[in-house]
């Protein structure tokens, strides 16, 4: 079993970065393909990004270009940095494993852009 907190959401003009981070407790960290997903208002969750242990990265084409995920194996934390972001943007960011796991799923830290 694991826990994961996510931080570091908060409110930003378009075209502002911000930078997430999800501190992982338990074994799941080293041995899983991570992700951040994220809904908006009304809409579906979704994948936006996600990392293999070694190091291997994927994104969303709506984020393709402007957000980096990394990870650091020894902090067991991973992080997402949001630049250019778009008023489209805003919506809840939560971290877990890719495919993602029910048991994992936390409160999420909220990213808003403002136009």
Known sequence: QGQLVESGGG????????SLSCAVSGSIFSINRMGWYRQAPGKQR??????????STNYADSVNGRFTISRDNAKRTMYLQMNSL??????????NT???????????????VSS
């Open 11 to 18: 409110l930003v003009q378009a075209g502002g970065s911000l």
């Open 46 to 55: 979704e994948l936006v990004a996600a990392i293999t242990p070694g190091g």
């Open 98 to 112: 890719e495919p993602s796991r029910a048991t994992y799923w936390g409160q999420g830290t909220q990213v808003t």
């Open 86 to 95: 778009k008023v489209e943007d805003t919506a809840v960011y939560y971290c």
